[in-house]
């Protein structure tokens, strides 16, 4: 009774349990109201549109040239809108299920952390420190130059003593394995803000920042999830090797290696190197991980696509090593630079050029300035202030 009570009171509190579908426009200004959103265009109508739906990346590389020194410029062609959810229920009949332990083992991480963070300050050594920041920069860049622009989007290739690279700082993140992340990636690519979305920003704040992992998926999440094309996932064997030989990986990437380096290499003591290096380092790359799903949804402007929620946020930026630029990245989710800026202000975007100079990285796709200034034109927020829209942003079917 007890458990019941405090469970409602908790969920309430921390989570809008409300799952029912709201529209991509719900919280659009009046004058944004005008348009004719691009999600209410009947799915199976074609038109000038590029498309979120990860599926829909490999017919794009047939239609992409390989310019090995050069990144691909890709043009926009006709193609299918991606389906949307339509989960429009009146009343939610889904039971939200907390997951107490994870609740637990985040709620510990996070006081763990305060305490690396009063340690940085009075006792750890700055090798340490620097140590910290530099896992934190290495293990975001396994997350946002590995899983994100390599395996959930494809948005480059990359030889394989490359992809062992990334796996492995990945894995100092211990944010899933590749395939899990990836997986729930392109289901929130696909689904955004709907009850399929994983951490569906519609659900507030605290749930698109961690309350997804301390709850049980909604069942659409599972279902829709089941339906995306994998198989190229699957087929690669550092995906696989890392898929099942997860646990033991993590513990050692993590947790095991990131204490042990400052004790044995510059006489560190163990309770600086854990609440330092580890956990500390570990509770800060995931929130700003975590900050491109909550914040990067929430606050920011729309240059590129007013119809969807994700936006541009540059202190987002900053903290993810380069993935804040998110109503860009949501419009063209197959550039490799996830940003119209290139390297500005986007380390991983460095990093990816760095490798394909070293010969490791090839095939970088990005997008023509013709079609992302078209893009902003026909359906940024700026050129829908400046012009009065009669006829929904879709009317024009021909860009550049
Ligand atoms: C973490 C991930 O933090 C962070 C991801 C962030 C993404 C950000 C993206 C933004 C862009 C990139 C920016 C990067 C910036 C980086 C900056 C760095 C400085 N489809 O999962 P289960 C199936 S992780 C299809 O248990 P529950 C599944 O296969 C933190 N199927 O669901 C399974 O089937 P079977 C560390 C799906 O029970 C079944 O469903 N990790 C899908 O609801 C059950 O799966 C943790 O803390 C799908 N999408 O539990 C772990 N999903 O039985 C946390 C699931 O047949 N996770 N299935 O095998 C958990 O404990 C649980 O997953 C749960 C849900 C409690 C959250
Ligand atoms: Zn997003
Ligand atoms: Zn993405």
Redesign the pocket.
Known sequence: MCHRVGRDLLSNLIFDTNFSQVTHRSNLSISDKKMAPLSSVNPTQTVTQTTDDPTMESSMDSILQSVPDECDKVEEKEVILPEKTTTESPKDEHNM?I?W??VI??AYLHIASLYGVYLMFTSAMWQTNLFAVFL??M???G??AG??RLW?HRSYKARLPLRIFLAFIFTV????DIF??A??????HKYSETDAD??NAKRGFFFAH?G???????PE??????A?DLSDLMADPVVRFHRKHYVPLVVLSCFVLPTLVPMYLWGETFMNSLFVATLFRFC???N??????SA?HMWGNRPYDININPRENTWVAL???G?GF?NY?HTFPYDYA?SEYGIKLNLTTTFIDVMAWLGLAYDRKTVSKGMITARKLRTGEDSVRAQPVTNGVGSSTKED
């Open positions: 299920q997951v332990r994870n083992l985040f934190y920069l293990s975001g860049i997350v946002t899983a994100h959930s993140a211990f944010e899933n899990e992340w997986r729930d990636h392109r289901v929130h994983p951490h961690i997804w992992l301390l709850c049980r998926k909604h999440v599972i279902k829709k999830g089941k995306i800060f790359t995931l700003q991980t975590w900050l491109v799903n990067a903290g993810a090593v993935e998110h990245h996830t």
